[in-house]
């Protein structure tokens, strides 16, 4: 897992992070802007896991990026942040790995307020695993589909990248994943109005946030901005070298022999390194795919 | 061609004998056939100790078209990429290194377009080189040389 630092437009960078794979996956960085700060009380919730695939770091969590990742199995499990301020404008994207057998689960939450206040939910995401296909929900709790049925097929990695804008009350949202080159679902919503002209997403939650359901969810790569759509990280970059190369299938090798890799070798978003992956890669090598095109 | 192959293979194992055998490295050989004007090109490795993996760029010579790219090892890559460049890539070695001995990996075949004076010899200029193990990228060399008589 990763955190992105673009100072001058960062809400919230990703809060897990792991400075090797022999220290603990941690949440210190999430809970900023609420009671008791980054890694204060409210940063971490009912026991939400962080940890790496192999059960490293303190837990066991499937990870799209680095080495850690979190994983929620019931509901409440959660991390929340409160770097935003009533925003106008704001752009977010999340990995997510659902992996239910039942229910629509709430995986993401842009609210209004404070956690321990009243609060006004402005966006939600879910995961509606009957439809295998991601739904937005609005301050009224209006559902809107984002894309197709089975656009967003269960026990994958999925891209989800949402912009809103207070002065539209519009949604766009994208989803790409499960080893696909381009987005499996769009969707230009309206009707996300906060409940003023001056009022925004005040914090994000991102977990098993609400919603009746039964299986696990695996998050990853959080990021949020005020500007400027926020790129996919480069799938198949095991290495994370910003590159797409022999060192890749290296990396991916040494993965399944058990030294985790530290970039994205999930090359095909199943929530598993194998040698599958190998072969991606491999591929990916063949054509020449680099890290700036949009596989 | 077959002639034209077997003379350029001979110079690579003659010429390897005395590449160092540290780092993995990488020996491209080609050659114009004045006869036919076709230009051959041919790819070796000789893998550092712990290499698995390895890749080579080149940017094909300005007049030159490619009209065949030949693996000579299994599972071996030997492509044409963007960019007017082609690219060889070994076999994974999986968890094993790959070979120490030199292995040719790829043959290519090039025309040369109308008008081009084939008696100048084609360049072909390294783009990218890797060579990586389990435990990151490794040194890696790479040597050209144009053997047409």
Same mark, same amino acid.
């Given at each position: 897992?990763?955190?992105?630092?673009?100072?001058?437009? $960062?809400?919230?960078?990703?809060?897990?992070?792991?400075?090797?794979?022999?220290? !603990?996956?941690?949440?210190?960085?999430?809970?900023?802007?609420?009671?008791?700060?980054?890694?204060? $009380?409210?940063?971490?919730?009912?026991?939400?896991?962080?940890?790496?695939?192999?059960?490293?770091?303190?837990?066991?969590?499937?990870?799209?990026?680095?080495?850690?990742?979190?994983?929620?199995?019931?509901?409440?499990?959660?991390?929340?942040?409160?770097?935003?301020?009533?925003?106008?404008?704001?752009?977010?994207?999340?990995?997510?790995?659902?992996?239910?057998?039942?229910?629509?689960?709430?995986?993401?939450? $842009?609210?209004?307020?404070?956690?321990?206040?009243?609060?006004?939910?402005?966006?939600?995401?879910?995961?509606?695993?009957?439809?295998?296909?991601?739904?937005?929900?609005?301050?009224?709790?209006?559902?809107?589909?984002?894309?197709?049925?089975?656009?967003?097929?269960?026990?994958?990695?999925?891209?989800?990248?949402?912009?809103?804008?207070?002065?539209?009350?519009?949604?766009?949202?994208?989803?790409?994943?499960?080893?696909?080159?381009?987005?499996?679902?769009?969707?230009?919503?309206?009707?996300?109005?906060?409940?003023?002209?001056?009022?925004?997403?005040?914090?994000?939650?991102?977990?098993?946030?609400?919603?009746?359901?039964?299986?696990?969810?695996?998050?990853?790569?959080?990021?949020?901005?005020?500007?400027?759509?926020?790129?996919?990280?480069?799938?198949?970059? !095991?290495?994370?070298?910003?590159?797409?190369?022999?060192?890749?299938?290296?990396?991916?090798?040494?993965?399944?022999?058990?030294?985790?890799?530290?970039?994205?070798?999930?090359?095909?978003?199943?929530?598993?390194?194998?040698?599958?992956?190998?072969?991606?890669?491999?591929?990916?090598?063949?054509?020449?795919?680099?890290?700036?095109?949009?596989? | 061609?077959?002639?034209?192959?077997?003379?350029?293979?001979?110079?690579?194992?003659?010429?390897?004998?005395?590449?160092?055998?540290?780092?993995?490295?990488?020996?491209?050989?080609?050659?114009?056939?004045?006869?036919?004007?076709?230009?051959?090109?041919?790819?070796?490795?000789?893998?550092?100790?712990?290499? =698995?993996?390895?890749?080579?760029?080149?940017?094909?010579?300005?007049?030159?078209?490619?009209?065949?790219?030949?693996?000579?090892?299994?599972?071996?890559?030997?492509?044409?990429?963007?960019?007017?460049?082609?690219?060889?890539?070994?076999?994974?070695?999986?968890?094993?290194?790959?070979?120490?001995?030199?292995?040719?990996?790829?043959?290519?075949?090039?025309?040369?377009?109308?008008?081009?004076?084939?008696?100048?010899?084609?360049?072909?200029?390294?783009?990218?080189?890797?060579?990586?193990?389990? =435990?990151?990228?490794?040194?890696?060399?790479?040597?050209?040389?144009?053997?047409?008589?």
């Amino acid at each position: 897992m990763i955190r992105k630092s673009h100072m001058s437009i $960062a809400l919230a960078g990703l809060a897990l992070f792991a400075s090797s794979q022999a220290f !603990a996956c941690s949440t210190s960085l999430w809970g900023a802007g609420l009671t008791g700060g980054a890694g204060g $009380a409210q940063a971490a919730l009912g026991g939400v896991v962080a940890g790496q695939p192999n059960g490293g770091g303190g837990g066991t969590a499937t990870r799209y990026s680095g080495v850690c990742g979190l994983r929620a199995t019931t509901l409440g499990q959660m991390v929340q942040d409160g770097s935003p301020a009533a925003e106008a404008a704001y752009i977010a994207r999340f990995y997510v790995h659902a992996n239910m057998t039942s229910g629509t689960p709430v995986v993401f939450r $842009a609210a209004e307020g404070a956690p321990d206040a009243a609060n006004q939910p402005l966006i939600s995401i879910q995961y509606n695993r009957a439809n295998q296909q991601f739904e937005a929900v609005n301050r009224t709790g209006t559902v809107s589909a984002i894309g197709a049925a089975s656009s967003a097929l269960n026990n994958n990695f999925h891209h989800v990248h949402l912009s809103w804008t207070r002065a539209t009350g519009a949604l766009d949202v994208t989803v790409q994943g499960a080893g696909s080159s381009t987005p499996s679902a769009t969707a230009n919503l309206t009707g996300f109005s906060s409940t003023s002209g001056a009022t925004g997403p005040d914090y994000a939650q991102l977990g098993w946030v609400a919603g009746t359901a039964a299986g696990q969810i695996n998050v990853d790569a959080f990021e949020s901005r005020r500007s400027t759509a926020i790129p996919r990280l480069c799938r198949g970059d !095991a290495n994370n070298s910003n590159s797409i190369s022999v060192a890749d299938r290296a990396a991916i090798t040494a993965e399944i022999g058990g030294t985790l890799a530290t970039g994205q070798p999930d090359a095909n978003e199943s929530g598993g390194v194998s040698v599958t992956d190998r072969a991606i890669v491999t591929a990916l090598i063949g054509a020449g795919a680099t890290c700036a095109g949009t596989h | 061609m077959k002639f034209i192959k077997t003379v350029v293979f001979a110079s690579v194992v003659s010429l390897l004998s005395v590449s160092a055998a540290s780092a993995g490295n990488f020996e491209a050989y080609s050659m114009v056939d004045q006869k036919s004007k076709r230009l051959v090109l041919v790819v070796s490795f000789a893998a550092g100790a712990e290499d =698995t993996d390895s890749q080579v760029d080149f940017a094909i010579p300005n007049g030159y078209k490619l009209v065949s790219a030949k693996a000579k090892a299994a599972d071996a890559l030997c492509v044409q990429i963007p960019g007017n460049k082609i690219r060889v890539v070994s076999p994974t070695g999986g968890a094993k290194a790959l070979a120490k001995a030199a292995t040719d990996y790829c043959a290519f075949t090039f025309a040369a377009e109308k008008g081009l004076a084939t008696s100048a010899k084609p360049v072909f200029v390294q783009s990218f080189v890797e060579c990586a193990g389990l =435990t990151g990228v490794k040194s890696c060399d790479v040597h050209v040389a144009d053997i047409t008589q």
